[in-house]
């Protein structure tokens, strides 16, 4: 029974921002799983050739869609090529996000809007519409990629904070308007965790790494794997009455206030 809960074999899960780091390991592990995994990206046919040859090299079942997910014409396209040639989507995770690290007196509105558009406009604008068919079908999973920052404040990080502290309570206001269909809609919110944008400050005697260490309850950055199984449990049929919540895979940073500086 425990198994069957968990299974996600044969379920079509589209994941947004997929070609590389969180995205793609999240993606991994439903296909490792048995998820027919749909990459997307934007930056370049490349990053999603590439990556496509590393899912397929694990034996993941896998296919590229180059889109622009704060385009709504352009992933109304995407959707619906997806759906006619692969199948139905069972599983929406909309990973894909930027930050840019700005002190909010010094930042420009452009900067700030985009920010919003990509890590909050679109997270809305691909639901739209994979949840459409969703909700014809009476079946579906979303997953939002949320952050410690929808609980948190940090410095010169002020615009992407905003955006997922809204993602936080769209991902609510998701759930409250979907559930009725047999659509659950969580998400999951990483703490900090050993990537190749992290590897050159992961070092002993770096500020930001003794930070994350002495500040984290596990004592260490996360590995990008320990994100699939939050991914499994939120797209399988364990989680069927779930809705709305957001579950934080951070080693335990939210859970405390953390540490004096005497305590080792």
């Given amino acids: 029974m425990s198994a069957e809960l968990f299974n996600v074999k044969g379920k079509i899960a589209l994941v947004t921002g997929s ?7 999240m993606a991994r592990g439903l296909g490792l799983a048995g998820a027919t995994i749909i990459v997307n990206g934007n930056s370049s046919q490349q990053k999603i050739d590439d990556a496509l040859e590393l899912y397929k090299s694990e034996g993941i079942k896998a296919f590229g869609y180059k889109f622009n997910v704060t385009e709504e014409a352009e992933v109304i396209e995407a959707v619906s090529k997806i759906e006619s ?17 700005t002190p909010l007196l010094e930042m420009e509105v452009a900067d700030f809007k985009e920010v919003i558009d990509i890590d909050l406009v679109s997270p809305f604008i691909v639901s739209k519409h994979v949840v459409k068919n969703m909700v014809k079908r009476q079946e579906g ?5 949320c952050s410690m920052m929808s609980e948190l404040g940090r410095n010169s990080v002020g615009a992407y904070a905003a955006a997922k502290g809204g993602l936080k309570m769209l991902t609510q206001n998701m759930a409250t308007e979907w559930a009725k269909h047999n659509i659950q809609v969580n998400g999951i ?8 944008q992290t590897e050159p400050i992961r070092v002993d005697g770096h500020p930001f790494n003794d930070f994350i260490i002495n500040r984290t309850p596990a004592a260490k ?13 939120l797209s399988s049929k364990a989680s069927d ?9 951070d080693g335990g940073i939210l859970a405390t206030i953390g540490k004096p500086s005497n305590e080792d």
């Fill in 221 to 233: 950055w996360g590995d990008p794997n320990d994100l699939a199984g939050a991914a499994i449990f």
């Fill in 85 to 101: 040639e692969v199948g139905p989507i069972d599983i929406l995770i909309n990973n894909a996000g930027i930050i840019k690290r």
């Fill in 189 to 196: 919110g990483p703490g900090y965790f050993a990537t190749s």
């Fill in 241 to 249: 009455f779930v809705n709305g919540h957001v579950v934080y895979v």
């Fill in 19 to 25: 070609t590389h780091g969180l995205g793609m390991a």
């Fill in 141 to 145: 999973k979303v997953i939002n990629i």
